[in-house]
């Protein structure tokens, strides 16, 4: 007899269905797992003859076992399988109805004691089993707030394998698990950290909203312990309110990476990834044998921080350029291709010097100019043509530290954001994936963002006397369009140019 389950595996962020069956026959000792299995769908074997053991099921052993993964051309990896191989040697023993089988899919881990454990990916299984039109999945306990994110089919958790044979067999009812997707979203939206706690730094905090309102990558220049790092957390919290389609995007993403923790539903806060710069390139990216999101996509609704920027791989910071241009990365292996959205903020901190105090007001810089000009020309280059927003932040004094009073909330930041995100999408009406003004193209800005000659004639001026690129030119009307989007005002006027020049120090160096 052959004992056949319904589960899924996942594959990018989409789940795909395998089939696992057990036959057990006469014949010698053999028990193997056939049909791509990495080496830990293969150490299942062990996972699973224990498990059955300790929850009284008898397994021959004496006879020949086959389980075949079909299928069987796509690599299957990680051990969620144990359970429906379990239910499927038990299924070719006669051990299980095959009636309910039929109707459900079956995902999780195996303890040896039998006890079912979380798996990553769930969100993704969940939506597979749903389009696979299974009237429910069977899943660990632990899973079950992150599927029921997934309507249209009976979560049903479960702690042990006994108790899924139970239900099987019609022995055991289990109630299906339903979230209230809403409340949980709610309760969950809340970050830990607030734009109130930041004292002083009123310039980079405007910075800082300027970039939330319209999309901007950003880089902070400033000496150690000026506040860079402070900041940057606090960013996801004064972009615009995440959307619950958003919250499930990121989710899928953080679950297949197994970042979803133990009976938590969604992400509901805008991710913030701050990688090491000594990060792989693929760590950054995506990428492996069986390709995972990286960074870049683990950022996807939030801010990416790289601290330090310059200590970064050359290399890496190049990869980082086709995801900002086209919002996706696409990881290509032999035999198969993965895309994972990786649409986030850039934010960049770097130090202004070597050793860090250059425009310091207390340690004095020991970087000779030349050094200087050195290590900022690192950042030139295709990485920083698009970044549009740079500030210098400097450190603020001990006094105001101690004394300063808090500042504005980030909620109330954030409502401003809000609105003028709101003026964006209505003046993007009609044009395709165009969200926020920073990701506006020549040809969009040239129709969307006309400017007056007065103001034209203030921005020539000014690049001309301060020696500005042409390539800034671009920007400077991006981000003038998005101060004048915060103001509620209709026209680019010259005061939002004039303060979308002071975004541009680094254009001023050089
Ligand atoms: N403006 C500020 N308001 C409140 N605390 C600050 C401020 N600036 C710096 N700090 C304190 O100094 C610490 C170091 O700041 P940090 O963000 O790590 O600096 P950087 O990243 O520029 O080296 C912070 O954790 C915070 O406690
Ligand atoms: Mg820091």
Request: glycine share 8%; aromatic share 4%; with cysteine.
């Amino acid at each position: 007899m052959i004992g056949k389950v319904h589960s899924h595996a996942v594959l990018g962020i989409n789940a795909y269905e395998v089939e696992v069956e057990a036959d057990i026959a006469g014949g010698q000792h053999y028990f193997g797992i056939v049909g791509l299995p990495d080496p830990a769908v293969k150490e299942s074997k062990d996972r699973v003859k224990a498990a059955l053991a300790n929850s009284g099921f008898y397994l021959s052993v004496e006879r020949r076992t086959v389980i075949n993964l079909a299928p069987a051309d796509i690599r299957k990896e990680g051990a969620a399988l144990d359970l429906p191989i379990a239910v499927a040697l038990l299924s070719a023993q006669g051990v299980v109805d095959v009636g309910r089988l039929a109707d459900y899919s079956i995902i999780g881990e195996l303890s040896l004691d039998g006890r079912v454990k979380a798996i990553p990916g769930v969100l993704c299984i969940a939506d597979g089993a749903r389009r696979a039109k299974r009237r429910g999945l069977i899943l660990p306990a632990d899973n079950a707030n992150e599927a029921a994110v997934v309507t249209g089919l009976d979560i049903l958790p479960v702690e042990t394998l006994a108790e899924t044979i139970a239900f099987l067999n019609d022995r055991l009812a289990i109630e299906p698990h339903r979230v209230d997707l809403p409340t949980i979203f709610h309760q969950s939206s809340r970050y830990g950290v607030d734009f109130a706690d930041v004292k002083g730094q009123q310039h980079a905090k405007r910075a800082l909203e300027v970039a939330a309102a319209g999309g901007h990558n950003v880089l902070m220049i400033g000496s150690p312990g000026s506040g860079k790092t402070m900041l940057a957390r606090r960013l996801p919290t004064i972009l615009p309110d995440l959307t619950i389609e958003e919250s499930i995007e990121t989710t899928k993403i953080h679950s297949v990476a197994g970042l979803v923790p133990a009976r938590q539903s969604l992400v509901a806060t805008r991710p913030f990834r701050s990688p090491h710069h000594t990060v792989s390139n693929v760590a950054l990216i995506g990428g492996g044998a069986i390709p995972r999101p990286g960074e870049v996509s683990l950022a996807h609704h939030g801010v990416l921080f790289l601290d330090e920027m310059l200590e970064f791989q050359r290399s890496a910071l190049e990869a980082l350029r086709q995801p900002l241009e086209d919002g996706v990365v696409t990881v290509s292996r032999a035999s198969m291709s993965t895309t994972f959205s990786a649409r986030f903020l850039l934010c960049g901190a770097v130090n202004p010097c070597p050793c860090g105090f250059r425009g310091d007001p207390i340690k004095p810089c020991s970087c000779a100019p030349a050094i200087v000009q050195r290590y900022l020309s690192r950042l030139s280059g295709p990485l920083l043509d698009r970044i549009d927003i740079h500030i210098e932040v400097p450190p603020v004094h001990i006094q105001e530290l101690s004394r300063g009073q808090a500042g504005e909330p980030s909620e109330v930041v954030r409502q401003r954001v809000n609105n003028a995100r709101q003026r964006q999408l209505e003046r993007f009406r009609g044009c395709k994936s165009l969200f926020c003004n920073a990701h506006m193209e020549t040809k969009e800005l040239k129709k969307l963002c006309p400017l007056s000659d007065e103001v034209r004639s203030l921005l020539e001026t000014s690049v001309a006397r301060l020696g500005l690129s042409a390539r800034a030119f671009d920007r400077i009307i991006k981000v003038a369009r998005t101060i004048a989007d915060l103001e509620g005002a209709a026209n680019i006027e010259p005061p939002h140019i004039a303060e979308a020049i002071n975004y541009r120090s680094l254009d001023r160096e050089g």
